[in-house]
């Protein structure tokens, strides 16, 4: 979780030269967190499971799906199983936010996590991708809880990266 956070704001800057907001970089820890059983089950740096998307690399992993309101597992060769790669975490991590950042698909639900409404966030996540086939209601709640957890644990360190980073110029 620490090396995610850290691996978030600087993805961030990098990205957008400019500081990220701490909940939009809580959002994006704690949707990774949910997507990837608390980091247990990422693959290849994918942070946000993304499904293998043109010109990516990609492997193959068991998967569990909502479809018509089951849960479904699904198992390679299966392409539901086909899901990007990256060749290193800053990869990874730059990837997964540019995927939500630059994605007409996404753009509402993007205005949602620069405004740092986790529940907003996954409404349109789900209405306009979906990005996500788990019932609203649960992801929302998991999502939630996870943002609460992130906000109180990485508070300190946010404020200390802050102070660290006040002197970049853009």
């Not at 942070?47 to 479809?67: A, Q, S, V």
Request: glycine share 6%.
């Amino acid at each position: 979780e620490l090396e995610a956070f850290n691996l978030f704001f600087d993805g961030w800057i990098s990205l957008f030269k400019e500081i990220p907001t701490f909940n939009s970089i809580c959002i994006l820890l704690a949707q990774t967190a949910l997507e990837t059983g608390h980091f247990q089950f990422m693959k290849n740096w994918n942070f946000g499971n993304i499904k293998h998307t043109k010109n990516h690399d990609y492997c193959l992993y068991e998967c569990g799906e909502f479809i018509h309101g089951q849960f479904k597992m699904f198992y390679p060769p299966d392409p539901v199983c086909e899901f990007n790669s990256y060749p290193s975490a800053k990869d990874g991590i730059v990837e997964y936010i540019s995927f939500l950042a630059k994605r007409e698909l996404y753009a509402s639900a993007w205005q949602q996590l620069l405004k740092g409404d986790p529940v907003q966030y996954c409404k349109e996540l789900k209405e306009n991708g979906p990005y996500f086939t788990a019932p609203l209601w649960k992801y929302t709640g998991v999502l939630v809880k996870l943002f609460d957890q992130f906000k109180t644990k990485f508070k300190e360190l946010f404020e200390l990266k802050l102070k660290e980073n006040q002197n970049l110029s853009f």
